[in-house]
């Protein structure tokens, strides 16, 4: 079992160019490659010779061609260096959606994480839209926002800074939605709530009681792709509808927090890489004003009513977000509506609020 990423700084830049000049072709040279079911089925079992994965559709290696056409360029750079890509094997990810993953775990670990200097605070900036309900219905009615960004002090143990903000409503699915979102709004109550306004301080970051958050983040989980999601399997306490689910999830939020180092963030994708019904959405996915190729996790247990999907931008192998979209109609909402989304951002400043 490998244990560590393994390549050499010239082997991952050589590797990245690979991944990177695909990822530079046209746009449109890209639309017009097709990929007969041979050619797809042939590579699909170069890249995972004891099984195949399951559910895969032609329509997905033809659309998203520049994963597909990527594939061979990552694949070929992989079995040169010895890195192993974890695709399909026992219905894990779909060898477009491995073979990304692993690009982005390469790209991950070139890409500096942001040094904060004493005296300076590493900002973390997540902003949330959630579809919300009045209770009549299931489906949400209008999208809600908010914008939090913490502060964290080079030395842990000083005083974190939480500044909060509740948002004006951004949209509605329907127009009683229309007309609820504008009674949201226009409650002075909501903004003068301090659990959604506000600025908060704590030494060592621990708000509302918390316990102090002294120590590295995340310093106890493997790098090791197969003993992370083994790790993750056995912490697996129910309140999800399947164990991958809830891996999918936790691997989500962990990316979401801003303070996953690059070598973790790394085996987090390729961990992703091993669970089933992984797959590649879209090559061109545009959240917040920012472009990256979206992954998308499938719950069966759920009807298929809804996707997760989180957004990673290929260069660097950061996380630009995720988001909640519909796969059928959904109630009143169409299919394809994307009920909520987060997006996170990193930076290193020297004042605080």
Known sequence: ?????????????????????????????????????????????????????????????????????????VAAALIVTGVIVPAGGNGGATAQAAGFLTSAALATIETSDPVVAPGQFLRIETTQVSGVSDGTREAPMYQSAAMHVLYIPEDRSDTWVWERHDLPSIGYFTGEGKAAAARSDADPDRYADSDLNGVLRSEAGAFYGGSPKTGEPYADLSRDPETLRDHLYDEYRGGSSSIDEDVWVRITEILSSGEAPADLRAALYRTMALLPGVTIIENEATLDGRTGVALGYTEPARGSIWRDEIIIDPATGLLIGDREVTLGDYEDIPAGTTLSWSTVQTSVVDETP
């Open 1 to 73: 079992m490998t244990t560590q990423l393994g390549p050499t700084q010239e082997q991952i830049a050589s590797m990245r160019t690979a991944v990177m000049d695909r990822i530079a072709l046209d746009q449109v040279a890209l639309d017009r490659v097709v990929v007969d079911d041979a050619a797809a089925t042939h590579t699909q079992k170069q890249l995972q010779p004891h099984s195949q994965p399951h559910g895969h559709r032609r329509t997905v290696a033809r659309r998203f061609g520049l994963v597909t056409v990527g594939i061979g360029a």
